[in-house]
């Protein structure tokens, strides 16, 4: 435990939280900030103004304003100079994007890939190539401030090695080093998982804003997890927490799982599971297959009903799970997991009724991402975010502004 | 998101810290202080003159010291003069103790009662009474400074109403609220749930000192739950969150629950379970009925050993997802679970080997509790003396000093 903080440091814990008022809430006038950070009109102004000298935001007419008389002033972040870079390594595609402060998407690239294994230094390479052709075309006197990529295995904490991201092929690799070294920024690439990176772009900007406490599933090939806890993410002891999708919740006659278990929950209610279960081919996973099932469905296609419903009550039984032991306000559903939820709904809250306990669930939500497949990148420019949020003028003088 | 403390806040702040300091770490030097708080010496000086001038703290020499020459004074808790009150409602015996600033068990009353439904204004009228006694051989000049109770139910937040203790029959009991009229003191009572408070005493007393990640469960009628995760205790959206006995671990063939569910953990690895799978009586539970179990089977006893295997292995299974959803450090086995865990250890781990990934469980401890049947006491006196932790001088001016 330590002591509290120094004046300067004060200063720049709230130049940090103002900035972030505006990153996260849009732009707001400075009798806005005034009241949401407690402080007085004066002391928002010396922030405002430093952060302005800076470049990291602007004061401006507000673009419309529903009253009339003279509207006043708003503060709002500088997204077109000062922006990061997010990178999502997906199961059939390598995604990019350049994104400012703010949130807004400035530019992206997308690489198609056929689902396998693929060497480590291959995908960091594709990356930084299309990153780096976004850096040149962003204009001169932009800053980029952060880089983080969202893969879909363990990262351990702090260091980020990539412990193991089963469906590439990947054991204890230095990704984030490495795509360090091949943008040549001189900023170090932070790695997440890719649940972990969606809840926390849920959590502000999503299904989950001003929820404290939820659990985001994210289904693609696995069933990916995070959870937020108290406003933060549960990282663990090492960084591997959230790995909902190996609970067993069928040990007797459990399907085998990929992790080399048996009745994990991504085995049990998993893209396959679901396919097998509804005839048809297992192999051929993503967004389209998992439609197809829940389109026939709707159309009264009788096994693919079967399908949606033993699935739903193996996703019901882990979400009761996760209820009870951790308490969510909100429950997210992302990825593929938003369609088999349009599916399965009455199900999983069938199961959820009858497993969780009264009080922990009688405030619940059940929610789809609101995010869709980009919950994944906004997350990782969070990560990326977040050290020029904690220091900002410090940051921004690394990045050589 | 607020802005950074004002100076008086500061104050406040590391007055707090350095009560916090001496309170779970014992008599440290100002030399140790200023190192762990990170102050100069004279701030350090000067807090605990403030410290001491209130009578929290006192100066003294070191009771014993390994070195030789003239050893440097010790700042310790003043645990004679401020103290609190915790109280455990137990299955089979209500537990009230007087407990000084540092830990110390200064007093402590204890009353049997036959297990079973009990009214909850009989169970107050009880505590206060023993309260009370204690209070009055309190020496004058003396202060109590919280007051806190555990009982073995969902408690929410903030509010402290007691939703559900099932074995006593309780549903929406405002338990605390009749505790703090009884007790007539001007402090409010505090209550929560027994195995998070169990949770919070191992960590900050026992077997998880040091672990900012950890999960313990308590093992009596039922099976609670208590999980700390970066440190702090996990709440969840309103207070239930660690209801780990009620998660599902054989939802296909699985035993009912007292819960109104079936196959929940406490279902399958309570003590009504092992006594009937090792053919005993399973209405008398208890901490005596389990170990007979265990050494039973330690004799060699067929039956005694296929239930503590059968046991353990449901106890792995739940373990086992708590490791893969929580990644904790410290896995704590608590109440009669210690016993448990003496019987099945190598049954708990076969199973965690195969369902935790390797990430997560390559640093995993697992321990029993270290505090035995106190660590509820303890964790109930500690929720008690937060609020003294958080600002001590406007605390003790509260008690009336």
């Known amino acids: 435990m330590r002591a509290g903080p120094s004046l300067e440091e004060i200063r720049r814990h709230n130049l940090g939280t103002l900035l972030r008022h505006v990153h996260i809430g849009g732009s707001m006038s400075r009798a806005v900030l005034a009241e949401r950070m407690g402080l007085n009109r004066s002391t928002i102004l010396g922030l405002v103004s430093e952060l302005g000298s800076a470049g990291l935001v602007r ?4 673009r419309e304003t529903g009253r009339a008389g003279r509207p006043s002033l708003v503060v709002r972040p500088e997204s077109d100079r000062v922006y990061v870079l997010a990178f999502d390594v997906g199961v059939d595609r390598l995604a990019a994007a350049r994104i400012g402060l703010g949130g807004i998407f400035l530019d992206r690239r997308e690489i198609s ?3 396998g294994p693929r060497n480590a230094d291959k995908v960091a390479e594709a990356l930084a190539g299309s990153a780096l052709d976004m850096l040149s075309t962003a204009q001169h006197g932009t800053h980029c401030v952060g880089v983080a990529a969202a893969v879909r295995g363990m990262v351990r904490r702090p260091d980020g090695l990539v ?3 089963p469906y590439l092929g990947w054991k204890d690799e230095e990704f984030g080093k490495d795509l360090t070294r091949r943008m040549g920024l001189g900023l170090p690439v932070s790695v997440g998982n890719e649940a972990s990176l969606g ?5 502000l900007r999503g299904a989950g804003t001003g929820c404290q406490d939820l659990v985001y599933l994210h289904g693609d090939i696995g069933i ?7 406003g933060q993410l549960l ?3 090492a960084g591997y927490g959230g790995e909902i999708g190996h609970m067993v919740v069928n040990p007797r006659s459990g399907r085998p799982c990929g992790c080399g278990g048996r009745g994990c929950l991504e085995a049990e209610a998993g893209e396959r599971a679901l396919l097998e279960a509804a005839q048809r081919d297992p192999s051929a996973t993503g967004r389209e297959a998992v439609r ?7 159309r009264g296609d009788i096994t693919a009903r079967a399908a949606l419903h033993d699935v739903g ?3 019901g039984i882990g979400v009761a799970n996760l209820i009870n032991v951790l308490n969510p306000r909100t429950v997210i559903f992302g990825g593929t997991l938003r369609e088999v939820f349009l599916g399965s709904a009455a199900q999983i809250r069938s199961r959820i009724n009858r497993i969780a306990l009264t009080p922990s669930r009688e405030n619940l939500r059940l929610r789809m991402g609101e995010l869709g497949d980009d919950a994944v990148l906004v997350g990782a420019a969070e990560l990326a975010f977040s050290e020029i949020l904690v220091g900002p003028l410090e940051t921004l003088a690394r990045a050589g502004a």
Chains 1, 2 share one sequence.
Do not use: F, K, Q
């Not at 809840?199 to 959590?203: S, V, W």
């Not at 990916?224 to 806890?229: A, E």
């Not at 197809?292 to 709707?298: F, M, R, S």
């Open 59 to 62: 004061e401006e007419l507000p």
């Open 113 to 115: 890939m056929p689902p």
């Open 163 to 165: 412990r193991a991201v």
């Open 199 to 203: 809840a926390l772009a849920e959590h």
């Open 224 to 230: 990916g997890g995070g959870v937020i806890t108290g």
């Open 235 to 237: 990282h663990g002891d």
């Open 292 to 298: 197809a099932v829940v389109e026939a469905a709707d």
């Open 313 to 315: 009550d193996w996703l």
